[in-house]
């Protein structure tokens, strides 16, 4: 099993940034890929950033150039920074970590906000 615990979501102005946080704890050594969704009101939960375990990343093209995951092992976190906000970006941001024993876990989700 493994736990997937978020934070740093909120409300922040058009243009604005915000750091999202997702720290893993349990059978860690299982997970080869950690990522963000996004689910907004009314539309299906989509893929925005993943990471593998050595490091390769790949992002949505509504998110590249603006979004940056990243992690740090030593902590079992990875990161979200999200640069350049838009009102579009509204949702509910989950955390996910994919296991070679073929589960994909996911965390409690953080809301965000941009609005002014």
């Known amino acids: 099993q493994v736990q997937l615990v978020e934070s740093g979501g909120g409300l922040v102005q058009p243009g604005g940034s915000l750091r999202l946080s997702c720290t893993a704890s349990?059978?860690?050594?299982?997970?080869?890929?950690m990522g963000w969704y996004r689910q907004a009101p009314g539309k299906q939960r989509e893929s925005v950033a993943a990471i593998t375990s050595g490091g390769s990343t790949n992002y949505a093209d509504s998110v590249k150039g603006r979004f940056t995951i990243s992690s740090d092992n030593a902590k079992n976190t990875v990161y979200l920074q999200m640069n350049s906000l838009k009102p579009e970006d509204t949702a509910v941001y989950y955390c996910n970590a994919d296991s070679v024993t073929t589960v994909r876990y996911w965390g409690q989700g953080t809301q965000v906000t941009v609005s002014s």
């Open positions: 349990g059978s860690i050594a299982t997970i080869y890929t």
